[in-house]
């Protein structure tokens, strides 16, 4: 699906590369190997205490929330959380502050008129944005201070499974 997708196409980029044995009625396999661009020095900081919480369904999810005084981050993913994201704009410059210079935001999400009506009816409306055009992601992208903003749209475009954003720093 989207995710496997997103998964090669960063991969790649980051010229690393992906693979996945298969046999039949036993599953499949999928490894990642990506260049390490320094040797690791010591085990990173712990997460912080403090935490966002997101609306998911009709419960909640917590997650941890990321601070500037971790080291720099390369690359972050988020996929299908867009959505969820109370104040995007906010959650988007949080990303911004967390990575590194030339660091990478890869964003995987899907436009309102794509997602299913039941979603779309079911979708807790105070706070939270649908968006109608890639053209409303990149604005929100560059808004945070992103400053190249590129869109791969997966699968026939009259119905995709999915878009990815790569916003870099």
Not at 39 to 54: E, R
Not at 129 to 139: E, G, K, R
Request: hydrophobic fraction near 45%; charge should be negative.
């Amino acid at each position: 699906g989207l995710g496997l997708a997103m998964v090669k196409q960063l991969t790649i980029l980051h010229g690393g590369t992906v693979a996945v044995a298969s046999e039949e009625d036993k599953g499949a396999r999928f490894g990642v190997w990506l260049p390490l661009r320094t040797p690791v020095q010591a085990a990173p900081p712990p997460l912080p205490d403090t935490t966002n919480t997101i609306l998911h369904g009709a419960g909640t999810v917590t997650v941890p929330r990321v601070e500037s005084t971790l080291e720099p981050i390369d690359l972050i993913m988020a996929v299908h959380v867009l959505y969820f994201w109370h104040e995007p704009s906010e959650a988007v410059a949080q990303i911004y502050r967390a990575l590194r210079p030339g660091g990478v935001f890869a964003l995987g999400y899907q436009l309102r008129i794509n997602m299913p009506p039941i979603s779309q009816k079911n979708f807790p409306k105070e706070g939270h944005v649908l968006y109608d055009s890639d053209a409303a992601v990149s604005t929100l992208l560059t808004g945070a201070g992103f400053t190249s903003v590129s869109f791969i749209v997966m699968g026939p475009s009259e119905a995709p499974e999915g878009r990815l954003a790569l916003a870099s720093k």
